[in-house]
């Protein structure tokens, strides 16, 4: 048997001993990293985390709540009219996102780590979306979403008004006018009785006897042909509201007291104001139409012996949009659409072969001009007008004035724009004159002496440049310097008239009111035009909403005829050279005493002088 030496038994237990130390140090360290590991995680995840969603909770401490006390709709100046006297800084808290998430530096501790960062955003997304879904009509902008729905973001739910706001109207159709027997006019949905074209300045179809102030029914009976009608106001992009303001004020303005005056009115806000649809967005959802001129509707007020109603100075009915036929320059609640002409085609096919027939047509006069003095107008420029026409031997007149006139005759007026180049359109009785319409209908290039005839009226419908379809000429060039009319079109080049006169006759489309029976395929017209511009204005309001946004910086309601000529991404006005043009009398009730009311008067007698 052979026996170990003492050096290897001594080597062998050094290595055992050797190998417990070594598993025993490994152990130890275990040990220690698992209780580091176990402190570091509980710090990480308890500590932080809670101080984490403190921080959250503390800078997310005024959250939006459609139930809250406070307004939730108070961040679009143009609707509301901010007073002039309350300005908004940009580092203003009200142009902050109400729901914006916090950026990391104002909710993350700086030794985050990285997962820490990513919780917290989380939450904060979490939270930003939970204040989003609280917003009622958000089912109605995400409608836009669905592709395949076609009319995704534009639908429009329809109140069923109570008759007497609408159809009763029209079966007392006697009582709409003291002088026009309205019924004739109220028929064919609006339009009036078929003209016959006998001279053949008319197309075989489409054209009516339609009387000025028909926007009424004409507007609510296209409404009934809208494609996209719901009755479910949830998804709804705008509400509308089928009252004949236009009709019901015409029955009252003549030898009725400011009672019977706001009689309707009061009783429509009243209902408006008791049903769901309202209280999604206090009406700034709502849009109606009248068929008259804004003054007709801004009394001041309660004296007797003021003009018209009260309706667009009711708190409720300023929330809402009203469409007139011409709005003010220095309120935010209306908006200009275009007078009716007498064309109203069926199919698209009676818009293009008119238009074609409107290229082709030789024009003999320069210019011409549709109208009656108004001697008792000192600023008038309408004397200096006809004495000019009168004097060229290339400017046409058709003189309009008591009695018999051939101004009553669409024939003879549409006869006379068809033959002429340049078609003056001076202030009426107020701003506009539903002859321009019909001077553009005929491919007649207009000139305006005022731009609060159109320019500043018809922003839906007209372009911003306004030179491309239009001269413009200033009063006071008529009015102080005697500018000769007939020099300054004839410095034009024909093929710059030539330019103008195919840019009037492509606006055709949009300027006419389709017959509401029908509907036209490819084209839009001015209801397709006024509906879309309604609901654009509503979705934006929305999304600033959502954003906690206002549309304009420093909002001044009175200088509301700028707002609409700014260019994509402008959110302040400045000064313009049309202000001398819009500047308040001294007196300072522009908006429906003094001139206003008066040039709303005036309207009203000359609608007398031309049924005598």
């Known amino acids: 048997m052979r026996r170990r030496s003492p050096t290897n038994v001594s080597s062998e237990l050094m290595e055992k001993g050797g190998a417990k130390n070594q598993q025993n140090r490994l152990c130890l360290l275990a040990s220690l990293s698992a209780v580091f590991w176990i402190l570091l995680l509980y710090f990480h995840f308890v500590v932080l985390a809670g101080s984490a969603v403190d921080e959250s909770i503390k800078l997310d401490s005024n959250p939006i709540n459609p139930e809250s006390k406070t307004p939730a709709f108070v961040t679009d100046d143009r609707l509301l009219g901010t007073p002039s006297n309350v300005t908004r800084s940009s580092s203003s808290t009200q142009n902050t996102p109400l729901n914006a998430t916090p950026s990391a530096s104002e ?78 006019f109220t028929t064919n949905a609006g339009m009036g009785p078929p003209l016959e074209n006998v001279e053949g300045v008319f197309s075989n179809t489409g054209w009516y006897a339609t009387n000025q102030f028909a926007v009424d029914v004409i507007f609510s009976n296209r409404m009934k042909q809208y494609e996209c009608l719901t009755n479910d106001s949830s998804i709804a992009a705008a509400i509308f509201v089928p009252f004949y303001a236009g009709f019901d004020i015409a029955r009252y303005l003549w030898g009725h007291n400011v009672s019977r005056r706001d009689a309707a009115s009061l009783d429509l806000v009243d209902w408006l104001m008791k049903r769901p649809e309202w209280g999604v967005m206090q009406g700034r959802d709502h849009f109606l139409v009248a068929g008259r001129i804004t003054w007709d509707f801004r009394r001041l007020s309660d004296e007797e012996s003021d003009w018209g109603n009260k309706l667009l100075f009711l708190p409720a009915a300023k929330n809402m949009s009203m469409l007139v036929v011409e709005s003010s320059p220095w309120n935010a609640n209306d908006f200009g659409i275009p007078y009716p002409t007498y064309f109203h085609p069926a199919k698209d096919a009676d818009v293009f072969s008119w238009q074609d027939r409107m290229r082709n047509l030789e024009r003999k006069w320069l210019f011409s001009f549709a109208g009656a003095p108004r001697p008792d107008n000192r600023k008038s420029i309408r004397g200096q007008i006809i004495d000019q026409c009168k004097n060229s031997k290339v400017g046409k007149l058709l003189e309009c004035d008591f009695g018999e006139s051939k101004c009553h005759s669409p024939s003879s007026i549409m006869q006379m724009f068809q033959s002429s180049l340049f078609c003056l359109q001076p202030q009426g009785d107020s701003y506009t004159r539903r002859s321009a319409f019909d001077s553009m209908l005929a491919g007649c290039i207009p000139v305006f002496f005022h731009p609060g005839s159109a320019y500043t009226q018809y922003t839906w419908h007209l372009p911003k440049n306004y030179t491309t379809y239009s001269v413009f000429i200033p009063e006071d060039d008529i009015r102080k310097r005697n500018v000769s009319i007939e020099e300054w079109l004839s410095q034009i080049s024909p093929e710059q008239v030539k330019i103008m006169r195919e840019k009037v006759i492509s606006l055709i489309p949009s300027l006419i009111y389709a017959d509401p029976r029908s509907k036209l395929e490819t084209l839009k017209d001015a209801f397709d035009v006024s509906v879309q511009a309604v609901i654009d204005k509503v979705t934006r309001l929305r999304k600033n909403i959502i954003e906690g946004r206002t549309e304009y910086d420093n909002f001044v309601e009175e200088n509301s005829w700028k707002y609409a000529l700014l260019d994509e991404g402008q959110r302040e006005v400045g000064g313009h050279e049309w202000d001398p043009f819009f500047s308040k009398p001294k007196d300072g009730n522009a908006d429906s005493g003094g001139s206003s009311a008066e040039a709303a008067k005036k309207s009203w007698k000359n609608e007398q002088r031309d049924q005598s």
């Open 107 to 184: 909710t993350i501790p700086s030794n985050a780590t990285p997962s820490n960062s990513e919780t917290t955003q989380s939450k904060n997304t979490s939270i930003s979306s939970q204040k989003i879904e609280n917003f009622p009509f958000m089912r109605a902008l995400r409608t836009v979403e669905n592709k395949s729905d076609p009319c995704g973001g534009r639908y429009i739910y329809v109140h069923d008004l109570p008759p007497r706001f609408n159809e009763d109207m029209l079966k007392e159709c006697r009582s709409l006018s003291l002088w026009t027997n309205m019924c004739k």
